[in-house]
T-cell receptor, first 112, second 112 residues
Framework: NAGVTQTPKFRVLKTGQSMTLLCAQDMNHEYMYWYRQDPGMGLRLIHYSVGEGTTAKGEVPDGYNVSRLKKQNFLLGLESAAPSQTSVYFC???????????FGPGTRLTVT | TQLLEQSPQFLSIQEGENLTVYCNSSSVFSSLQWYRQEPGEGPVLLVTVVTGGEVKKLKRLTFQFGDARKDSSLHITAAQPGDTGLYLCAHGHFYNNNDMRFGAGTRLTVKP
């Protein structure tokens, strides 16, 4: 049982490049989340999903897209990376309402 | 936006000392969560408080939810180097929706 895993762990992009971050969970959780963490600002919710095939916007969705084609995977896409998207990205999942949220180890992204 | 303010931002103490960190807001919350995050890892849930005035204990950690459900505190007794980390509070309509909001955190260092 690996819990929540994230790929890649580190990535450096140039402005304008695109990439996809992958989050996978093997706990059969319904809900999945993408957050970004910046110094002095805590974690901010980007997008989330309450089930396969569904997605919704969080607090800071601009510049990101997501997809949940399979229950166990939640993908975060950056179509045209900007330096403001330099951050540590965390994925999380939970079984459902009222249940604990489990976080992945994070992806450190630098956009130059 | 319901802001969570955490204080202090940084705290450095010697092993064996006691400490209290705070999480405050002007808004009323249905619930509040405390997480600990170690370097290079995702946050891990410590506790969820739901009832105004509630006190929960987790070994040497004592969590309190304010009577008005606008604030919370975390008290650590006889701190140990293993308590070092970033302590985050978060609110969300834990049982009703998925829009979790985090405070910026208190970074605690316990020196041996």
């Amino acid at each position: 049982n690996a819990g929540v895993t994230q790929t890649p762990k580190f990535r450096v992009l140039k402005t304008g490049q695109s990439m996809t971050l992958l989050c996978a969970q093997d706990m059969n959780h319904e809900y999945m989340y993408w957050y970004r963490q910046d110094p002095g600002m805590g974690l901010r919710l980007i997008h989330y999903s309450v089930g396969e095939g569904t997605t919704a916007k969080g607090e800071v969705p601009d510049g990101y897209n997501v997809s949940r084609l399979k229950k166990q995977n939640f993908l975060l896409g950056l179509e045209s990376a900007a330096p403001s998207q330099t951050s540590v990205y965390f994925c999380a999942s939970r079984l459902g309402r009222g249940h604990e949220q489990y976080f992945g180890p994070g992806t450190r992204l630098t956009v130059t | 936006t319901q802001l969570l303010e955490q204080s202090p931002q940084f705290l450095s103490i010697q092993e064996g000392e006691n400490l209290t960190v705070y999480c405050n807001s002007s808004s009323v919350f249905s619930s509040l969560q405390w997480y600990r995050q170690e370097p290079g890892e995702g946050p891990v849930l410590l506790v969820t408080v739901v009832t105004g005035g509630e006190v929960k204990k987790l070994k040497r950690l004592t969590f309190q939810f304010g009577d008005a459900r606008k604030d919370s505190s975390l008290h650590i007794t006889a701190a140990q180097p293993g308590d070092t980390g970033l302590y985050l509070c978060a609110h969300g309509h834990f049982y009703n929706n998925n829009d979790m909001r985090f405070g910026a955190g208190t970074r605690l260092t316990v020196k041996p």
